[in-house]
């Protein structure tokens, strides 16, 4: 490589992680000495006082949004904002991968198909530490801050708790000094926008690129190309004589690389997200259209971006299969791709590259990875074959978020083979050679090869893609304790008879607490750092039991459940604001956020709205106020587009909150809430204006769960099955602190095989709803008769019947101790208090020791 030396500044200004540590020596010493001093003041020039900042404030709106300050509105004065405080971010990011480049440490990249990142400058100012200043000095300009942070639109890139455990991943690596990226998708219109009309969900695009993002970097230099399709032909390299396969695709488009820098907390340490956009290798057939045929002059270009259009496109008919694992490869290629070549470039031996090297697959979404290094190293480097196997399963690892498998991800092989038909041939090469071994270990185990195999023998045949995962990572883990034992005992067993259980692990989900506390909740957060003396909480989660030593105190009591009232009156404000309905915030809210599944049973939880509707009814009104606390239940969350009975259970709950709402009888005893496009800037008030949050999934279906601990960390209580980290929870903030209830999964599969031979008896509260429901309370029975008949005749796979007395039993113990206020609040400090363990933080570290070998790289160049 040359270097031009007669023009340094604009050569320099390229990112260093395009070289090697030798040709960056290589460069400083050619650049002048004038030049060099011209660079050093470039990368110091950082905001420290509001005149500086207001400096390039102004000069954002001047120059990049091309306004002035005379028609300067909220859109811009957010835009001016970020681009002020991305720049700050961007030399932190620079010398940070300049850093890491430098020494050569190793890195974790991490693969997940969602990362819910919510809002970034609120997050980035928090993390920089400056948000006291920008408050000023936007301010001083004339505008409100907190009106500039609500302009700024959540980034379409996930749905739920999957995408948010990334986004805090991605976090706690950046503060914890971990060098790390994430790989994704930049979908032009996230999952969806979710309207609610006449009570159904209705699925509208998420413009949420409408403005532009101020917080990405185009890399339009760097434009991948992969392929689909085509065939795979056997020919003779012609320098070593070799015999290889060598796929020639059939349709191929580009991946656009763009990089979104995540700040540490108290750290300039900034790691990166990198998302791919795809683009047409020809944009527009000029002759087409020059011929009249102007639909398909655009048709490749069309096809191209519809792979990066939508998270999770609907694949319940064969198009929407195939654009799902179109999407998964597409992602995977340009990542392996990248990472490859970021490898290449410090001339090492292949087989140092798990060294350097540490992917983490988040899910099955990724698994395609697997199969594409080992592609990369045997068709494209020439490796043999089992020195490639060797290099790829001690790069990847694992995690599993499922227990049940019926969602555990499978591809027709048809589908596969038709789209991929290169990787098919190397997952049938893979499956041979696992099979053989275990033939060899176990020869008189005639099953366990039928049930391991990444081929099921099923019609149509399939590809078990978590097979695969475990087959070629050296270490699996699950995200819960209960979890964990579960995968090993069911879904997976086999694998540990095969592996031994050294190579499954666990590592409990966490939050950051700093979105989560901090930013979700500044009230709190300020009033924690007052009592502890410092914001040390904030990274070492721990110190928080030290608010153990102030429950005792009537006025620190006090403060607190001033907070909680602040922020149930700013809940409030939202739900008035989305729904026009009017709560009080002197009730006990009691919230269910998540994405609609019938596993998570918010089904259960309506049912048990009615019946206490029903119950109001029933009583005399003087003696309802004694009876009942007044209660606001409040559910959101996203169906996906496919899923007939999720769809219908968020129709039960604004049929129900339409009619128990106008009850003149039942007044403010009960209101029911269905809050429309849950997202993470919602959640962000609805954790903190939380007095109960209801996480009632079947024991042994929810693998972990994230929102139960955010809503702890918040001063919330639980009610909630013994499933997923509510096991670890109760541990840790004591049984006292939440509202156990329900069979436990041991008994699960007893309970279901005997629905299957017709013992099922309904108990006379569920009846009661049901006699409701069916008599048109609600609104025509047809519209809900499947969600009665799946409980009622076709098994209640999900055990609502068997658990919903217990369900009842658990929200009266509510009511009772909710009356108590100086107990509930004490009881809100205790689980606050015990909430150290669940820190992203602390799983980053356990990944890093545990799995990844990585180790903080602590200071800067």
């Avoid at 690892?397 to 190397?426: C, S």
């Avoid at 209960?482 to 997976?492: G, M, R, V």
């Avoid at 709205?609 to 969350?637: C, D, H, M, N, W």
Wanted: with cysteine; proline share 4%.
């Amino acid at each position: 490589m040359s270097f031009d030396s007669g023009s340094p500044r604009r050569f320099h200004k390229r990112s260093m992680t395009g070289f090697t540590p030798t040709e960056i020596k290589a460069i400083d010493q050619s650049i002048p000495i004038k030049a060099r001093e011209a660079w050093t003041k470039y990368s110091a020039r950082e905001f420290t006082t509001t005149d500086q900042l207001e400096e390039q404030f102004i000069n954002h709106v001047e120059t990049t949004l091309a306004r002035s300050m005379y028609n300067c509105d909220n859109l811009a004065a957010y835009q001016a904002l970020s681009s002020s405080i991305r720049d700050k971010l961007i030399l932190h990011w620079n010398k940070t991968q300049q850093m890491h480049t430098l020494r050569e440490v190793k890195r974790i990249y991490y693969l997940s198909l969602e990362f819910l990142m919510g809002r970034a400058l609120d997050n980035a100012m928090i993390n920089l530490g400056t948000k006291e200043l920008c408050s000023k000095s936007i301010d001083e300009l004339g505008f409100n801050l907190e009106d500039v942070l609500d302009i700024e639109p959540d980034a379409g890139l996930g749905n739920g708790g999957l995408g948010r455990l990334a986004a805090c991943f991605i976090d706690s690596m950046s503060t914890g000094n971990y060098p790390g990226w994430g790989y994704g998708l930049r979908y032009n219109y996230g999952i969806f926008s979710q309207k609610i009309v006449d009570g159904y969900q209705v699925e509208a695009p998420d413009y949420w690129l409408k403005y532009g993002n101020p917080w990405e970097i185009p890399r339009f230099e760097i434009q991948i190309p992969v392929d689909f399709y085509g065939y795979v032909s056997t020919i003779t390299d012609a320098k070593t004589g070799k015999v290889k396969k060598q796929w020639q695709g059939g349709e191929q488009v580009l991946a656009v690389a763009y990089d979104f820098p995540v700040p540490g907390y108290n750290t300039r340490n900034v790691n990166n997200l990198r998302l791919w956009s795809s683009q047409p290798t020809r944009e527009f057939d000029f002759q087409k259209f020059n011929e009249g045929d102007y639909d398909s002059s655009v048709a490749q270009q069309q096809r191209a971006e519809s792979i990066t259009a939508v998270l999770y496109p609907n694949d319940n008919f064969y198009q929407g299969k195939e654009l799902r694992l179109k999407q998964q490869y597409f992602w995977v290629a340009a990542s392996l791709h990248d990472i490859v070549r970021r490898f290449l470039k410090t001339k090492k031996k292949w087989s140092e590259f798990p060294d350097l090297v540490a992917i983490q697959l988040n899910d099955t979404h990724p698994t395609l990875a697997v199969v594409e290094l080992q592609r990369i190293l045997v068709d494209l480097e020439g490796l043999e074959w089992d020195a490639a196997w060797d290099i790829v399963t001690r790069t990847f690892g694992y995690t599993n978020h499922t227990v049940m498998q019926e969602a555990l991800e499978k591809w027709p092989l048809d589908l596969f083979g038709n789209l991929l038909p290169r990787h098919l041939e190397i997952i049938y090469a893979i499956n041979m050679n696992f099979l053989k071994m275990v033939a060899q270990k176990f020869p008189q185990d005639r099953d366990l090869p039928r049930n391991v195999s990444i081929i099921e023998e099923s019609d149509p045949k399939n590809i078990r893609m978590a097979n695969l995962a475990i087959i070629g990572s050296h270490k699996v883990n699950g995200v819960a304790e209960l979890h964990s034992e579960l995968i090993k005992t069911t879904i997976f067993k086999d694998f540990v008879k095969i592996y031994g259980a050294e190579k499954f692990t666990n590592v409990t989900n966490g939050i950051t607490p700093r979105r989560w506390l901090k930013q979700a909740n500044p009230e709190l957060s300020d009033l924690i750092q007052a009592k502890l003396g410092s914001d040390e909480y904030l990274t070492n989660t721990i110190k928080l039991k030290e608010l153990e030593k102030f429950i005792s105190d009537p006025e620190f009591r006090r403060s607190w459940a001033d907070i909680k009232f602040h922020n149930k009156q700013r809940l409030a404000k939202l739900i008035k604001k989305l729904t026009n309905i009017e709560v009080n915030p002197h009730n006990l809210f009691d919230v269910q956020v998540k994405r609609i599944h019938e596993y998570k049973r918010q089904q259960m939880n309506i049912f048990g709205v009615i019946y206490r509707y029903l119950q109001i009814k029933a009583t005399p009104a003087a003696e309802r106020a004694a009876k009942f606390y007044p209660r606001v239940s409040i559910i959101g969350g996203k169906a996906a587009p496919g899923y007939y009975a999720a769809k219908k259970i968020i129709k039960l709950v604004n049929s129900v909150a339409e009619v128990v709402n106008k009850d003149p009888e039942v007044g403010d005893l009960l209101k029911v809430v269905f809050i429309p496009d849950y997202n993470v800037s919602k959640a962000e008030i609805i954790c903190p204006g939380s007095d109960i949050s209801e996480h009632i999934s079947t024991a042994g279906t929810e693998a972990s769960g994230t929102s139960n601990m955010k809503f702890v960390l918040n001063g919330g209580l639980i009610i909630g099955t013994v499933d997923g980290a509510n096991v670890e929870i109760t541990r840790e903030v004591g049984e006292d602190q939440i509202f156990l209830f329900g069979n436990l999964a041991e008994d699960v599969d007893e309970l279901r095989q005997d629905h299957q031979i017709g013992k099922l008896e309904l108990p006379e509260s569920l009846s009661l709803a049901f006699d409701a429901i069916e008599k048109g309370t609600f609104g025509p029975y047809e519209e809900y008769q499947s969600l009665v008949e799946a409980i009622k005749y076709h098994g209640d796979y999900y055990l609502v019947s068997d658990d919903f007395e217990s369900y009842l039993e658990a929200q009266n113990s509510v009511d009772k101790e909710f009356r108590d206020t100086e107990n509930w609040t004490k009881k809100s400090i205790i689980c606050v208090a015990n909430m150290g363990f669940f820190s992203s933080d602390r799983c980053i570290q356990e990944y890093a020791e545990n799995i990844w070998n990585v180790e903080p790289v602590l200071d800067q160049v």
